[in-house]
């Protein structure tokens, strides 16, 4: 009715700033701000709110909240409308000259809907298409104002807000989440003195040193231009022909062959800024520093067979993952570490600080802890904040400098150059999200899509006019740090960067045993699908210097002969300082040892022990964990005790590969109608056969066996992921609670797989 009508657009709940009653007069406060020396502006902290959201920061709120909310729509009692806010009377159909007459021009509703239609979607990023965000803060231990005067590090306990993006780089937006890539881990930090986006990955080095070879190497990785195969995947010719010719890449092609690039969950990898940065003090002295970000949950990874499983039975397993873990509560938590040294160490160095294949090695300089992230909140909207975000190397803030690492000189162009052709313009820096929390004055103005309204005819300076506002912030805002610069132009690279392999040589020999096995399987996979023999026998030749043992198996699953080692750049290599790195393996980074939000099988049909069955629930639940009662179908069954239990998943809706542990069930009726049933075998099978732990108290034993998954070794010692044939069920859920917190046994794991 009229009155519901008029009550529903007193104002404009996107605009309440303007089409407020009250605000309709004059602009409220803090629409037009009036400059505020930079020096006395206040910071944001837990214990202080911030001077432009109001809010503190604190574990479930989030300071970005607060701005963002001046754009969130919420449809919940509102009339639907046209875009320009007239009510929509009929949303069927279109408007016509009598019901079989033809459709009308004059119909501007249709026309709208359709139209904005057709414009729904935007060009994906060239590489990192498919990704996933979360909002959170970053919470600094302690100041490091000796080192930076960078914002987020200025005082003890400091938070500051951010969106964090996780991504994969060579698949589409609509690819699998389980492909075998590097992982984005790009973190854009709303600080008070402007946004920082630390545009990292997951892997600490990259595949080449100079970005002119960037472009070469995307169009080598994406699927092949004449047929666009392989969707998502670095196995296939052109990728291992470019790698090949680059032996610069092989260090990272370690890494990616490792199970790094098949991770478990984005809350259970590490991060790395991978470029060296500069960290710039109030007194403007520099060192240089490469950032750390570790998982509270330690560093887990699938195994590959169980990630191409996964890719078919759930292709958003980390999106969904990480939607799940914070819509429950469990916000992903990183700890920030700092490498921070100096030039005079670093030139000292067998390898150049500023070559983006090369790490640090944590014995010649150790991470030191100075802060966490938090994720606490799923975005609102996927397209408005995941996909709108616009990262970019470019955004440093005082504090925070480059050096001259020639592979982050062209990122630093690249990245504000593709957002104007992906979010259509040079305004992208006002989308919501990518707004910072510090605001805006300059004199830069109009172009397609602008939001602020300018105030004043001053838009130049020097002015007067304007009492020569906005005024340069001097000595208080960002000044370069004044590196000295000599040198001729020319196209070429240092003498260090020439040493391609003992940092490859340095990962593989710091890998556990199965981590060495799965980097060989990984290798015979990719070089497998290469169908010209002379790039398979080029890649080997180069693994010959890293490893003789790592080619010649690699070259052995390949079915090829000896091979000689390519010819190295160098004639004389220098003597790498480290040759054992611990904190290169993922077993160096455990986690807190818990099993929380790790998923739990536990199949269920009619004639389950219930007893047993609810006490191993509620310890998994106890213990953090996710336990999914798993059917032969969903819904109701009755267990021997005559109760009745849901299931909420089933075999072929949920199969093997999406859990991280499995719980056979007791009741003998339960165990003949699954032994008889071919998809608990394949249940089983799968996940003995990816080395998960597996709890089978009572009958179900036979269940083990029947799927071919022992209880022992192959060498007589007990495997230590399945506990079977322990009568007390306190210790057998202790137990395989324990089994659990060690992730996967790879003990078990043999090449080929026994069953
Ligand atoms: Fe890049 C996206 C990380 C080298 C050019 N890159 C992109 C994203 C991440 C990285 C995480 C996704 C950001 C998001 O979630 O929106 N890129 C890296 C790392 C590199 C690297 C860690 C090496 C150390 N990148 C690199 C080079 C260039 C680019 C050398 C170009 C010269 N990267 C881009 C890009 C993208 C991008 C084309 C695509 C979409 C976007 O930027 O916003 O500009």
Known sequence: DAQALAAAFDHNPTKAAEYGRENALAPPEGAHVTPTP?????????????????????????????????????SGGQFLTTNQGVPVAQNQDSLKAGLRGPALLKDFILREKITHFDHERIPERIVHARGSGAHGFFECYRSLRDITRA?????????????????TVQGERGSKDTARDVRGFAVKFYTDEGNWDLVGNNIPVFFIQDAMKFPDLVHALKPEPHHQMPQAASAHDTFWDFVSLMPESTHMLLWAMSDRAIPRSYRMMQGFGVHTFRFVNEAG??????????????????????????????????RRDLWEAIEAGEFPEYELGVQVFTEEQANKFSFDVLDSTKIVPEELVPVEPVGRLVLN????????????VAFCTAHVIPGIDFTNDPLLAGRIHSYVDTQLTRLGGPNFHEIPINAPVAPVHNNQRDGFHRQAINRGRVAYEPNSLAGGCPFQAGSAGFVSFPEPVRGEELRGRPEKFAEHYNQATLFYESQSEAEKAHIVGAFRFELSKVTVPAIRERMVA??????????????????????EASPRALARVPRPEVRQSAALSLLAHPGDGSIRTRKIA???????????LAATQQALFEAGAVPRLVGPR???????????????????????????ALVLPDGERAVKMLAVDGRAAEFVKEQYRHCKPILAPGASST??????ASKMLEDGTRDPGIIAGVEDDDEAIAAFIDAMAQHRHWVREKDPPLV
Request: hydrophobic share 35%; net charge negative.
């Open 377 to 388: 909140r799923n975005p609102d909207n996927f397209f408005a904040e995941t996909e709108q």
């Open 602 to 612: 536990l199949l269920v049909c009619d004639g389950v022990n219930g007893e047993s």
């Open 285 to 318: 002295e520099s060192r240089l520093v490469k950032f750390h970000w570790t998982p509270r949950l330690g560093t887990h990874s699938l195994q590959w067979d169980e990630a191409v499983k996964i890719s078919g039975a759930d292709p958003d397993f980390h």
């Open 703 to 708: 269940l083990l066996e029947g799927a071919g």
């Open 38 to 74: 930079l020096a006395g502006a206040s910071t944001l902290t837990e214990g202080q709110t911030s001077p432009k959201t109001g809010t503190q920061a604190a574990p479930g709120t989030n300071p970005t909240v607060g701005p963002l909310d001046r754009v969130r729509v919420d």
């Open 634 to 660: 969903i819904g109701p069954f009755v267990t021997a005790e005559g109760e009745t239990l849901q299931a909420d998943a089933s075999m072929e809706n949920e199969p093997a590969p999406l859990f991280d």
């Open 151 to 167: 914002a987020p590090f200025q005082e003890d306990g400091k938070v500051t807000p951010v969106f964090v993006r996780f991504s």
């Open 542 to 563: 180069n693994l010959m210097n890293v490893s003789r043992e790592l080619a010649t198996s690699v070259a052995a699953g390949l079915g090829m002969g000896s091979i």
